[in-house]
């Protein structure tokens, strides 16, 4: 059991050491403490299953290698392409498709003799709503602060361009205070999990 702590361990490291991350930046996105990281690297501990699925899939290996001794000078032979480039892949087809179907729309309106380019305009909200259902499943969550921000903005431009003849610029103030509780939301750090003989 000892020498499959140390094999782990090590490969952690070397993962890690891969992809740019110090103990800290690992332990955010794995929501662990570096002390934790800490322990799984001086093999003192092994971090289960899950643990070692979500670190091979950040590194575009499998669980096997993880596990599996090599040799000390072999370099980390990550995929080409791993899940985090067909996640940006779908992420990207999702929002062309919306626009797509908007301009779809803007045209047969536009053959039915109604000209509507707001058509566009309402595209910004669905676009930040499914971006930011997407970036909380599988992104980092990081960049929902700005999406929301756009969000917040986009349905208040969208509110005012299709009632402008009424001029409600008073919309625009209601983005204020919404965009201060979004900043301090966001500024609610997460504490790490405490993990028991981890």
Request: proline share 4%; hydrophobic share 50%; glycine share 6%.
């Amino acid at each position: 059991m000892d020498d499959l702590k140390k094999v782990v361990a090590g490969n952690i490291i070397k993962l890690r050491t891969s992809m740019n991350l110090t103990q800290a930046q690992l332990g955010e996105k794995l929501n662990y403490s570096d002390k934790s990281i800490s322990k799984w690297e001086r093999g003192e501990s092994v971090p289960d299953v899950f643990v070692l699925k979500t670190i091979a899939d950040m590194a575009g290996v499998t669980v096997d290698y993880i596990i599996t001794p090599h040799d000390p000078d072999e370099e980390v032979q990550i995929e080409a392409k791993g899940p985090r480039d067909s996640r940006r892949f779908i992420t990207l087809t999702v929002l062309a498709g919306i626009w797509a179907l908007a301009v779809l729309v803007f045209v047969v309106l536009w053959l039915c003799g109604i000209f509507n380019w707001l058509v566009f305009i309402y595209a910004i909200p669905v676009s930040l709503i499914t971006l930011l259902v997407l970036n909380s499943v599988w992104g980092d969550r990081r960049w929902n602060l700005y999406i929301i921000s756009g969000l917040v903005w986009g349905i208040i431009c969208s509110i005012y361009l299709t009632a402008i003849k009424f001029n409600w610029w008073q919309l625009f103030l209601l983005g204020i205070p919404a965009q201060i509780i979004i900043i301090f939301a966001f500024s609610i750090r997460r504490r790490p999990k405490k993990t028991v003989n981890n």
